[in-house]
Nanobody
Framework: QVQLVESGGGLVQAGGSLRLSCAAS????????MGWFRQATGKEREFVAA????????RYATSVKGRFTISRDNAKNTANLRMNSLKPEDTAVYYC?????????????????WGQGTQVTVSS
């Protein structure tokens, strides 16, 4: 089992940057695919980025590719999302998730464990 806690959200102006972190506890973190999803008010949860357990395979949503970078540190049990060139449309609650798929998945139901979320607000 894996427990996840996100941090690093906040208010930032358009064009700014934020770094989200996901602290994981549990013995299976290093073998878990990690993903980031987000949910804006009134919208469905959507995929942002995912990384394989080794860090060797990455996947990004088209809307964030080139602006966001996902990474992980298995020694520290953390997964991170560096967000640059933020836009107002990036405003959402961001969730990290852990799953056991072989490759990074962009499908929420492939993830078994979820954090509580952290709010990111980008002002124009």
């Amino acid at each position: 089992q894996v427990q996840l806690v996100e941090s690093g959200g906040g208010l930032v102006q358009a064009g700014g940057s934020l770094r989200l972190s996901c602290a994981a506890s549990g013995r299976s973190f290093s073998r878990s695919v990690m993903g980031w999803f987000r949910q804006a008010t009134g919208k469905e949860r959507e995929f942002v980025a995912a990384i394989s357990w080794s860090g060797g395979s990455l996947r990004y949503a088209t809307s964030v590719k080139g602006r966001f970078t996902i990474s992980r540190d298995n020694a520290k049990n953390t997964a991170n999302l560096r967000m640059n060139s933020l836009k107002p449309e990036d405003t959402a609650v961001y969730y990290c998730a852990a799953g056991t798929t072989v490759v990074p998945s962009n499908v929420a139901r492939d993830y078994d464990y979820w954090g509580q979320g952290t709010q990111v607000t980008v002002s124009s």
